[in-house]
């Protein structure tokens, strides 16, 4: 079955330090993974998608495909990235979104 | 500017009312979505259309109904609403092919009391 797993519900860090986001997802298939990030009092947008390889506000996604993983990191993290975020999964003939349980991440100063 | 509308943002109404969650977008997207998510919590697809005249369940099922008679129009309806739909509900487009990212809009925030 497709699925996509964020392991963490929340995670907390300090101003300046390292953060990584972990999304692992099961599909049989070539995938397509996004990150949506979701700001306070804010709609759901798209952060990054792994065929861009690009980077995003200071975040990077690699996607390892022998650990099924699409990690999202950010070397320094700032209080203004504190937000829910949202690892997806295009997968299938219909190419609708998995999302998974989203990770809140708070940024102390 | 191209976006995509969603009213009311919040609605408090009683038990058994009928309710029409409204969804436009000017994107020229063929393909839209509505997803149900309490909040912080994670996304659940509830329907979606590919373009005019065709609407498909999603995920979850929902006792909600769409339709889709034009492209940039796509609402979402609850016959007799009960306080188990209290949710959020955010609708979401995106080009037809498949795996395209999607837009989403600021959602209707739904309370039954």
């Known amino acids: 079955a497709q699925r996509v797993t964020q392991p963490e519900k929340l995670l907390s860090v300090f101003k300046g330090a390292p953060v990584e986001l972990k999304c692992n997802y099961s599909y049989s298939g070539s995938p397509e993974l996004f990150w949506y990030v979701q700001y306070s009092r804010q709609r759901l947008q798209l952060l990054l998608r792994h065929i861009s390889r690009e980077s995003i506000k200071g975040f990077t996604a690699d996607l390892n495909k022998g650990e099924t993983s699409f990690h999202l990191k950010k070397p320094f993290a700032q209080e203004e990235d504190s937000a829910m975020y949202y690892c997806?999964?295009?997968?299938?003939?219909?190419?609708?979104?998995?999302f998974g349980k989203g990770t809140k991440l708070s940024v102390k100063p | 500017e191209a976006d995509i509308y969603q009213t009311p943002r919040y609605l408090v109404i009683g038990t058994g009312k009928k309710i029409t969650l409204e969804c436009s977008q000017t994107m020229g997207h063929d393909k839209m979505y509505w997803y149900q998510q309490d909040p912080g919590m994670e996304l659940h697809l509830i329907h979606y259309?590919?373009?005019?005249?065709?609407?498909e369940k999603g995920d979850l099922s929902s006792e909600s109904t769409v339709s889709r008679i034009r492209t940039e129009h796509f609402p979402l309806t609850l016959e007799s609403a009960r306080p188990s739909h209290t949710s959020q509900y955010l609708c979401?487009?995106?080009?037809?092919?498949?795996?395209?990212?999607?837009?989403f809009g600021d959602g209707t925030r739904l309370s039954i009391l």
């Open positions: 997806a999964l295009g997968a299938g003939s219909q190419g609708n979104l998995i």
């Open positions: 259309s590919y373009g005019v005249n065709s609407t």
């Open positions: 979401a487009s995106s080009v037809a092919y498949s795996r395209a990212p999607q837009h």
